[in-house]
C-alpha cells in the first residue's frame, strides 16, 4: 500500500500532467502562425495592426508587405500610401539592387523592381517589364539582343556578357527605353492601391522622411505628374533617373480604361531614345497630364526632384534652403554612405525626439553642403574636376606650343565661351591654371575654377566634383580652385533658413 507521501508525490505528477495536456492543446492554437502572437509577423501587418491590402482584387494575388521589427527603421516615416517602383537592368542588377536591399529599401513595407528579365535577389522578385511588348516587334529587332542572349545564358549574366564586342552599356540602353510604360501598366495592375507612385532607377537615392512630408501637402485624387524636367524636341518629360511622382488619380485614368497601353506604344519606343520621354507621352495622351514643371507658372521641382549627387550639387544662393527628394547616379558607397547618415538623423533625439510622428525636420541642400562638402574643400586640387562650366575662357586658334593648340573644343564649351569685351585677364585666363584663377577672382559672381590644356572654366556656383585622371605634365592635368574667401562670405550671409519652401503645385 502507498505511502501518504507516495500518493501526494503521484497526485502532483498527475496534476502537472494534466496541466501540460491543456497548455499543449492551447499552444497549438496560440503559437501557430494564425494565431495572434504571430500577427505583427505575418506578410501584411504592421506596427499598429495596420494592414495593406494593395492589389489585384484577387485574394490569391493579393501582396501583402512583411515588417521585420528592424531597429534602424524605429523612425522612418510611414510610407504605407506611398508604392516605390525601382527600374534596373539584368546585366547590373546585382551590382545595384542589393546595396538599396541593405538600406533604404529594408524599412518599406512594399516596393515593385522592373528589369528587363525575371531574376531573384536575395529572395526578393525582380519582374521582367519586357515580357508583353508586342512579339512581332521583339523578333529580329537588335535593340533586342541582350534580351534574348540574356534569357538564353546558362550561367551568371556576367560570364555571359564578358566576350560580347558590342557595349553592355549601350544594349541596355537600346533596351530601357521600351520599359518605362510597360512598368507603369504592370504596376497599377499589381498594386492599384497606392495614393503615389514614385518611378526610380537603382541609382536613385530617396530621401523618404522629406517625401512624406512633401506629399502629405497634395492631393492624390488630383491627376499629378511629378519630376524634374528634360526636354526632347520642345517636349517636357521628367527625368526617369532624377524620379517622377504619379498620382493615383493619374496612373489610375492611364491605365485601367486602357488594357494594353504598353502595346500602343511599342513602335513609338522602338523609334525614340527614352522610355521617361515615351511614359510622358503615353500619360498625356490618355490623361491629358503633364509633367508640372514643364508649366511656366509651376514652381520648379528641380532641386527638390535632382538629378544630382552630394557632390555633384551646386551650392547657390536660390537652392540653399530647398528640401530634396531624390539623388541620383549614387553608386553603392555613396547610397551606403548617405544612408548611414540618414540613420543618424532619425536616431538623433535632438532632431527626432519621439517617434515617426515627429520625424526629424526636412533635409536641405545646406545640410548635405555642410556635412558632406565643405569639410572636403580646399582651394586648390590637381587631378580633380570640379565641373565649372558656367562660362568658358579658351582659343580656337592657339598657335603650336600654346596651351589648347590642336584641341578639338565641343561645342557647348564654344558657345559658353565670352568672346567680347574680355579684360586683359579674361584674354590670357585660358593659358594656365593660375591665370583662370585670377580671372575668377576678377569676376565677383565667381566661386570656383578649373583649368585643363587650354580651357578655363567658371562657375557661378560651388561644387566638390570628382578626380579626373592624373596628368603626368601640368597642361594635361586638370587643376580646380575654390574661392574660399568668398564661399566663406555666403555662409555667412546664408546662415540659416526659414520655413520650408515646398514645391508649389498650379491647379
Known amino acids: ?63 501583402v508587405p512583411q515588417v521585420t521589427g528592424d531597429p534602424a527603421c524605429h523612425h522612418f516615416p510611414d ?60 523578333r529580329e529587332n537588335e535593340d533586342f539582343d541582350l534580351y534574348r542572349r ?58 523618404w522622411p522629406n517625401l512624406v512630408q512633401w506629399l502629405r501637402r497634395l492631393d492624390p485624387a488630383r491627376k499629378l505628374y511629378l519630376g524634374s524636367v528634360s526636354m526632347l524636341d520642345d517636349y517636357g518629360f521628367g527625368h ?10 493619374a496612373l489610375k485614368e492611364m491605365v485601367a480604361p486602357h488594357p494594353g497601353i504598353g502595346n500602343r506604344f511599342d513602335k513609338e519606343a522602338s523609334q525614340s ?47 540653399w534652403c530647398q528640401p530634396i527628394v531624390t539623388m541620383h547616379h549614387m553608386n553603392s558607397e555613396e547610397i551606403s554612405s548617405f544612408w548611414e547618415y540618414e540613420w543618424q538623423r532619425f536616431a538623433n533625439p535632438a532632431l527626432s525626439p519621439s517617434s515617426p510622428d515627429h ?30 562650366d558656367d562660362r568658358f575662357y579658351l582659343d580656337q586658334a592657339a598657335p603650336p ?13 564654344v558657345d559658353r565661351a565670352k568672346k567680347k569685351h574680355l579684360s586683359p585677364r579674361e584674354k590670357v585666363a585660358h593659358a594656365s591654371w593660375q591665370k583662370c584663377r585670377d580671372a575668377c577672382d ?6 570656383q575654377y578649373r583649368w585643363q590644356n587650354g580651357l578655363c572654366g567658371l562657375s557661378w556656383s560651388f561644387k566638390l566634383g570628382a578626380p579626373a585622371a592624373k596628368g603626368e605634365e601640368e597642361a594635361a592635368a586638370f587643376t580646380s580652385g575654390w574661392n574660399m574667401r568668398r564661399i566663406k562670405r555666403f555662409l555667412e550671409e546664408m546662415d540659416g533658413c526659414d520655413e520650408v519652401s515646398w514645391p508649389k503645385v498650379d491647379d
Open 79 to 138: 510610407t504605407r500610401n506611398i508604392l516605390l517602383v525601382m527600374k534596373t537592368g539584368a546585366s547590373e542588377s546585382f551590382q545595384r539592387v542589393p546595396t538599396q536591399l541593405m538600406t533604404v529599401l529594408r524599412c518599406l513595407p512594399d516596393f515593385l523592381i522592373f528589369s528587363d528579365m525575371n531574376q531573384t535577389i536575395a529572395g526578393h522578385q525582380i519582374h521582367d517589364s519586357l515580357d508583353t511588348v508586342l512579339d512581332d516587334l521583339r
Open 150 to 207: 540574356q534569357q538564353a545564358c546558362l550561367v551568371d549574366q556576367a560570364a555571359c556578357n564578358k566576350h560580347v564586342q558590342a557595349g553592355i552599356a549601350e544594349e541596355g540602353w537600346n533596351l530601357d527605353k521600351y520599359k518605362n510604360v510597360h512598368m507603369a501598366e504592370k504596376t497599377y495592375n499589381l498594386r492599384p492601391g497606392y495614393d503615389w507612385y514614385l518611378f526610380v532607377d537603382a541609382d536613385t537615392y530617396v530621401l
Open 1 to 63: 500500500m502507498l505511502s501518504r507521501r507516495a500518493l501526494t508525490f503521484l497526485s502532483l505528477c498527475l496534476v502537472t500532467i494534466l496541466i501540460l495536456v491543456l497548455t499543449s492543446a492551447r499552444s497549438r492554437y496560440e503559437w501557430s502562425l494564425d494565431s495572434a502572437r504571430y500577427n505583427h509577423l505575418l506578410p501584411g501587418s504592421l506596427s499598429g495592426g495596420h494592414t495593406i491590402n494593395a492589389g489585384t482584387g484577387n485574394k490569391n494575388d493579393v501582396h
Open 273 to 319: 531614345c527614352c522610355g521617361d520621354y515615351i511614359f510622358a507621352r503615353a500619360l498625356e495622351n490618355t490623361t491629358q497630364t503633364r509633367v508640372t514643371q514643364s508649366l511656366p507658372s509651376n514652381e520648379l521641382q528641380w532641386p527638390t526632384i535632382n538629378g544630382e549627387k552630394p557632390f555633384t550639387l551646386p551650392f547657390q544662393a536660390k537652392h
Open 442 to 447: 576678377e569676376e565677383p559672381k565667381c566661386f
Open 401 to 413: 606650343g600654346a596651351p589648347g593648340h590642336g584641341r578639338a573644343f565641343e561645342d557647348w564649351e
Open 240 to 249: 526617369g533617373g532624377s524620379g517622377y511622382v504619379v498620382s493615383q488619380a
Open 359 to 388: 520625424p526629424p525636420p526636412p533635409l536641405r541642400i545646406r545640410d548635405i553642403f555642410h556635412d558632406f562638402v565643405k569639410p572636403r574643400l580646399t582651394a586648390i586640387r590637381r587631378d580633380w574636376d570640379n565641373l565649372s
